[in-house]
């Protein structure tokens, strides 16, 4: 029991030391001191409902992802057979479900077809994307294979993070995280953000925008009832435009589609004073751009954003410079989004906000001044009860005690971690439970006593027998503590973090530190009689 | 220096001689409680009801005008929104409902979540908003799916573990504690309709945790007691070991009580009902450490042989073959 050799008192202080070190700059952090430069290092940060701002979970739905892929896939079957030499003729086209079935007038294409579809099938990737049937000898059936749907949705959520990451950058918010969650979810965390429903309205929408020319043939009264000509389609007017509530007729082709932009501001037009969107088209779309204009002088076209129409203007004159003009009702706010959101490119696929915390700064720092002096006074109480109980084993507890929290504030610092609301609870907690290992073994050390034993006799009994019970209790805490860091979420798995590093360092300082100080003492002293 | 000694030297408490009693009572409670948490059902928060909550602080008020609001936000049809002072007196909490129906629909709380505020901040000035927690019913269902599993997983691995570490008695005897502990804080959120978060299942957890330090303590002097005391019969035992621990248990109930009271009294209202949970927990897990986890191991026959090496038959031979019977 005395004997602490001098390897073993190194290792302890330089273990205790070192993580209680690394909690300095999260305690200047919090306390708002300066550290000198040599003195910097890893802070622990401070969850949201602290620091305040806003956590947001999305979600895709995997289906949307099939249907555009069948959507697309249609489109290539009739490029692809349409512009075979010579050309292959198809009819009855459906999609069904997960399926693609149309019937080949001659079946004798039938070995033609096949290998015009070839690359579709295959795809680029390493997994055939579709499997292509053959029923009564002429109808083609080709079906979404699952791992080439589940490439296709892997590969729409990373593009729909990389999306989302830089709408949120161009708002300028500081240190945002944004990750993956799963097959569909994206978690995206703002700190010091105060209006989410800004931030909801910039994720929310897929920002697809298009150039389709209006119908001119289209009976007013036809559109009003949603009647569209043949190759036209229907499109509503948007809520916040001039004209909600009405409809217009488009051309479903020969548009020009809003992914071939190099820029997009929010701006003001000098003569209306109006708020606008001022966008560029890259060389190619400018191209296109270009050639749509001068071909449909004075003739109206619709823009279209997420399938709703925001206005439908007139080509005065060819627009050959790569640049236009977007106007119909926008606000600062609402054209300053749609820029961005022009900017950062189209989702592929919709978000749905599906969970959302926000604290206001203001309740995180009062939380933070709240706990912290719940939790000094606590700790106070519990070092006073500890002295006035234990004497000087009383004051080794209330050592290890300080130690203890330094090394939990130092670990987590060092390992990354968040502090959150539910966390400082799990502080507290874990300075009461840290004390019962002291408790232990004092009580211990006391009935020791009371049965006769010597000094150093008792001592180390008081250690031994306690350590036991010290050990099946922290074992089945942290099983506790592991379980709800598996199940729990958010702020919540905070309290497990610190419910868990608490319990390893607890053993370490009011076991084995209390132990050497008390050794030291007795070896130094030789007392003959204690007062535990 | 005289030492404050909160439990008197050598106490010899009979509190096994009331275990019949207590248990009969801890049962009926145990049913009382499952029985509230059937009817009564228990008040789920945004965590595990889905729907929306916001905090708002009226900046130019003493108080929250809560009856108007409560008028105002019943106009927009969502049911009675449940409306509660939190923290400050012109702090409040306002809870809405997901509409029935809407649990499939992943948008629908965030919609709610944009009219409530809308309207509170059409109708009232200088309002600020403190925070805001919007929860679809999927998530929702998720999270309280996961909750039941982190709840009996707990449970059955610390059983498991004293088993391995004890005996299979003990296993059994710190899985009812844990069950009645579990049980009892339901029955009282149940019957007191407190709100039911995430918050409140670490609660739990923490209280398991903690429940278990004491069904331990306690359990290893009776380990001890069994090996040193052959012959004392067990109820004797049992009370010997809690009597032995007794100034323990007393001793750190009352740091953690102490630890915790500044937290309950005036720390974040955010964290009320975590630590109020916790508090109480204390007292029903070292109650249960006593009355239900010690007296179970009388029923389950747990005899001083429970601990000694059984004689395995070349333990046998070879003692015949030293020749001693």
Do not use: C
């Not at chain 1, 978000?351 to 912290?372: A, F, M, N, Q």
């Not at chain 2, 959120?189 to 407190?194: D, E, G, H």
């Amino acid at each position: 029991m005395l004997d602490f050799p001098l390897w073993k008192r190194i290792t302890l202080w330089v273990i205790t030391l070192g993580f209680a070190f690394a909690a300095l700059p999260s305690i200047a952090g919090l306390a708002g001191l300066d550290l000198p430069d040599s003195l910097e290092g890893p802070e622990i940060n401070l969850g949201l409902d602290l620091a305040g701002g806003s956590h947001i979970l999305l979600e895709a739905d995997p289906s949307q992802v099939a249907e555009q892929r069948l959507e697309s896939a249609e489109e290539s079957v009739r490029d692809l057979l349409a512009n075979a030499e010579p050309r292959i003729a198809i009819g009855d086209l459906s999609t069904l479900d997960n399926q693609l079935s149309f019937m080949l007038e001659n079946p004798s294409d039938i070995d033609r077809a096949r290998e015009e579809l070839r690359d579709l099938i295959n795809g680029t990737g390493l997994v055939a994307e579709w499997r292509l049937d053959v029923v009564d000898g002429n109808r083609m059936v080709l079906t979404q294979t699952e791992q080439g749907l589940d490439e296709a949705v892997e590969g729409a959520m990373e593009s729909a993070t990389e999306v989302v990451r830089r709408r949120i950058d161009a708002l300028g918010t500081r240190e945002p995280t944004i990750i993956r969650q799963g097959d569909s979810r994206i978690v995206v965390q703002v700190p010091g953000l105060e209006d989410p429903d800004a931030l909801k309205a910039l994720l929310g929408e897929t920002a697809e925008l298009e150039f389709k020319l209006v119908d001119a043939n289209a009976l007013p009264s036809d559109v009003a009832q949603g009647i569209a000509n043949p190759g036209s389609e229907i499109v509503p007017y948007a809520e916040d435009s001039d004209f909600a509530g009405q409809f217009e007729a488009v051309r479903r082709l020969g548009g020009i589609r809003g992914d071939r932009l190099t820029g997009a501001q929010q701006g003001v037009n000098p003569q209306t004073n109006e708020t606008v969107v001022n966008i560029q088209f890259d060389p190619q779309g400018g191209a296109r751009f270009a050639q749509l204009s001068t071909e449909n002088v004075g003739r109206r076209f619709a823009i279209i954003l997420d399938d709703h129409v925001i206005s439908a203007p007139n080509f005065n004159e060819p627009i050959l410079g790569g640049a236009a003009q977007i106007s119909g009702g926008f606000t600062t706010e609402t054209a300053n989004n749609l820029a961005i959101q022009l900017r950062s490119g189209a989702l592929p696929v919709d978000l749905t906000v599906i969970e959302e915390r926000t604290v206001g700064p203001d309740l995180g720092r009062d939380s933070i001044v709240k706990g912290g002096i719940a939790m000094a006074v606590g700790s106070l109480l519990v070092i006073a009860l500890m002295i006035a109980s234990y004497g000087r084993f009383g004051v080794y507890a209330t050592g290890a005690l300080v130690l203890n929290v330094l090394m939990i504030l130092g670990i987590m610092a060092l390992i990354n971690s968040t502090l959150t609301l539910p966390g400082i609870a799990g502080f507290v907690l874990t300075i009461g439970a840290a004390v019962d290992a002291n408790v232990l073994i004092n009580e211990r050390i006391r009935e020791e006593r009371k049965r006769g034993r010597r000094v150093v006799a008792a001592v180390e009994n008081g250690y031994k027998e306690a350590s036991r019970a010290i050990y099946d209790a922290n074992i089945t805490n942290f099983i506790a503590g592991a379980l709800l860091l598996g199940f729990g979420s958010g702020p919540v798995r905070g309290f497990a973090v610190v419910l868990i590093i608490g319990l390893i360092t607890t053993v370490f300082t009011a076991v084995f530190i209390t132990r050497m100080w008390v050794a030291g003492w007795l070896r130094a002293k030789r007392p003959t009689e204690i007062t535990v | 220096m005289r030492l404050l000694k909160l439990v008197p030297e050598d106490t010899n408490i009979k509190f096994l001689k009331w275990r019949m009693p207590f248990y009969v009572v801890s049962i009926l409670l145990i049913i009382a409680s499952w029985g509230l948490v059937l009817t009564q059902g228990l008040n789920f928060g945004v965590d595990f009801a889905g729907g929306q909550e916001v905090r708002v602080t009226f900046e130019d008020r003493e108080t929250a005008p809560i009856p108007e609001l409560r008028e105002r936000l019943g106009t927009l049809g969502f049911g009675e929104p449940a409306i509660q002072r939190f923290g400050d007196a012109n702090s409040v909490s306002i809870r809405i409902q997901l509409p029935e129906g809407a649990e499939e629909e992943p948008g629908a709380a965030n919609a709610i979540g944009e009219q409530v505020v809308s309207q509170i901040q059409s109708e009232f000035e200088n309002v600020r908003r403190d925070a805001n927690e919007t929860v679809s019913g999927k998530v929702a269902g998720e999270f309280r799916e996961r909750s039941v599993w982190a709840l009996l997983g707990a449970m059955l691995a610390i059983s498991l573990y004293i088993w391995v570490r004890f005996e299979w008695q003990f296993g059994v005897g710190a899985l009812f504690a844990l069950f009645h502990d579990v049980s009892l804080t339901l029955g009282m959120f149940a019957l007191f309709q407190m709100e039911f978060s995430l918050q409140i299942i670490a609660a739990i957890l923490a209280i398991i945790g903690y429940s278990l330090n004491d069904t331990i303590v306690v359990y290893d002097r009776i380990r001890e007691n069994l090996k040193k005391y052959r012959k004392m019969p067990l109820p004797e035992l049992l009370d010997l070991s809690v009597n032995e621990t007794l100034a323990r248990t007393v001793m750190t109930s009352l740091t953690l009580l102490i630890a915790l009271l500044p937290l309950l009294l005036f720390g974040p209202a955010s964290l009320f009902g975590l630590v109020a949970a916790i508090t109480v927990g204390i007292f029903i897990g070292t109650y249960s450490s006593v009355y239900m986890a010690a007296p179970i191991l009388i029923w389950l026959g747990v005899t001083s042989d429970s601990f000694v090496p059984q004689e395995t038959v070349a333990d046998l031979q070879d003692r015949k073959a030293r020749g001693e019977t």
